[in-house]
Each structure stands twice: as structure tokens, then as C-alpha cells.
């Protein structure tokens, strides 16, 4: 690998070894949505969920340490519409975002 100049160099360090900063190598994310079988005259009950991944990600600064990385981590979400409330054109909407409380 050919040398870095010294003048992109922070701190004067070759950082050209280290991965990307906050780049995961995966993410990916799933969701599904359905509509309750309700009479047409109280509007339309949706309910649905969604499930995200990302895989850890290099935190560190200036060398690959045991803390360097933020380990990979999913999340859970519910939600849940009501929309065109008993024949009106008012919509309602309940969601949380992480549901399983991940740090």
C-alpha cells in the first residue's frame, strides 16, 4: 500500500490500516403490516411490527483496542393505526421504537 503524505496524516499517525469509522460490514431490516378484519364503518385498524440489525461498528480513534468497536445490536418496533375513526377523517397512531429497552 502505497504511503500516506504526513500532511493528511492526523496526529502524524499512518490510520490507513483501520476500518471505517461507524460503518457496519451488515444491516438490514424486516417489517409486515396488517389490517384487522373490522366493519368498514369504525374506519381501518392496522397493526404491524419492524425488526432492524446492524452489525458492530469500529468506534475507536487511532488504534483497534478491545473498545474500539460498539457491538452489533437489533431492535424491535410496534405500531399500531387507526385511520378514518368511525367514518370521520381524524387518524390515530401508537408506535414504540424499541420495544426489548436495548443500550
Known amino acids: ?21 461507524y460503518a457496519p460490514k451488515n444491516k438490514a431490516s424486516a417489517s409486515a403490516r396488517a389490517r384487522l378484519p373490522l366493519p368498514a364503518s369504525i374506519g ?7 425488526f432492524s440489525y446492524q452489525d458492530r461498528v469500529f468506534a ?24 378514518r375513526i368511525n367514518g370521520s377523517g381524524l387518524s390515530a397512531s401508537v408506535f414504540v421504537t424499541n420495544l426489548a429497552d436495548k443500550v
Open 1 to 21: 500500500m502505497p504511503s500516506i503524505p504526513a500532511i493528511s496524516q492526523p496526529l502524524g499517525q499512518d490510520l490507513s490500516h483501520l476500518p471505517y469509522a
Open 44 to 50: 381501518e385498524v392496522w397493526r404491524g411490527g419492524n
Open 60 to 83: 475507536g480513534f487511532s488504534a483497534v483496542t478491545p473498545g474500539s468497536y460498539v457491538p452489533s445490536y437489533g431492535l424491535l418496533g410496534l405500531r399500531a393505526d387507526w385511520e
